[in-house]
């Protein structure tokens, strides 16, 4: 049986107090098993950044719990949020972030270094996850002279560099064409599923999030069962 790598349990997240409180994510409770790929579809304004900000450590919730790995963390120090951040989560974002004076394989590379890979490991494995990814033949480039395709699948690369347990994208396919968005995706699907990562991907895009194994969305700051 899969291991539940994030665990959303209870969650509640709001902004503003009094009559300016805005309830964001109500009882929310979901669960990512390992090697697990959950999509996450929901209009513009219904809480899906914050939910990604809140599995990923990133806002403490008002009340509830979000353990990682198996791991309780709401009332971790933010030092020992930073830490399991950087070991445990990876993030893919709709604009790449990549650093400009920096290759693909270098890009990809640091946060190895970070983490205290050595430099020869980080290079081989960065190539490995390059190769995984079909940009191999790139990897010498910067990202100004890579396809936007190119460099989102180099941030997908980063992300997963250090082999985290949870995997959170926010529409990661976002500001590519169709044919590119299936093949970013695809490759990202490739990694979660080969390195047993949970994965959760919020997209505006139902072709891609039927090739996840779920589907969920936010209703009225709950998690339910998408129907798309």
Same mark, same amino acid.
């Given at each position: 049986?899969s291991k539940t790598h994030?665990n ?10 009094g #009559? ?6 109500e009882?929310?409770?979901?669960t /990512? !098993?390992?090697?697990?790929l959950?999509?996450?579809v !929901? ?10 900000h809140?599995s990923?450590l ?5 009340s ?10 709401v009332q ?9 951040r950087r070991?445990s989560i990876g993030?893919?974002?709709?604009f790449? @972030? ?10 990809v ?10 430099q ?12 995984v990814?079909?940009? &191999? #033949? ?5 990202? !100004?002279?890579l ?18 347990? /949870? ?9 590519l064409?169709?044919a590119t968005?299936e093949i970013?995706?695809?490759?990202l ?5 080969e390195?047993?990562a949970?994965a959760?991907?919020?997209?505006h895009n139902?072709?891609?999030a039927r090739? &996840?194994?779920? $589907?969920?969305t936010?209703?009225?700051?709950? $998690?339910?069962?998408? @129907?798309?």
């Amino acid at each position: 049986m899969s291991k539940t790598h994030l665990n959303l349990i209870n969650v509640h997240r709001h902004y503003g107090e009094g #009559d300016k409180k805005v309830h964001v994510l109500e009882d929310v409770s979901l669960t /990512v !098993a390992s090697g697990e790929l959950v999509a996450l579809v !929901a209009p513009s304004g219904a809480g899906k950044s914050t939910l990604l900000h809140v599995s990923g450590l990133l806002e403490r919730p008002q009340s509830g719990e979000i353990e990682i790995c198996g791991q309780p963390t709401v009332q971790l120090s933010d030092r020992a949020r930073t830490q399991m951040r950087r070991l445990s989560i990876g993030y893919v974002y709709q604009f790449h @972030n990549l650093l400009p004076e920096f290759s693909a394989l270098e890009n990809v590379t640091m946060p190895q270094l970070i983490a205290g890979v050595g430099q020869a490991e980080a290079n081989r494995h960065s190539m490995e996850l390059l190769e995984v990814l079909g940009i &191999a #033949d790139r990897a010498t480039h910067r990202p !100004a002279e890579l396809s936007g395709g190119e460099q989102q699948r180099v941030a997908i690369a980063r992300a997963t560099a250090n082999s985290p347990h /949870v995997i959170l994208a926010d529409e990661p396919t976002g500001n590519l064409d169709p044919a590119t968005s299936e093949i970013v995706f695809d490759s990202l699907a490739v990694l979660i599923r080969e390195r047993g990562a949970a994965a959760l991907i919020a997209t505006h895009n139902h072709d891609l999030a039927r090739k &996840a194994d779920r $589907v969920v969305t936010l209703q009225g700051g709950k $998690v339910i069962p998408a @129907n798309i």
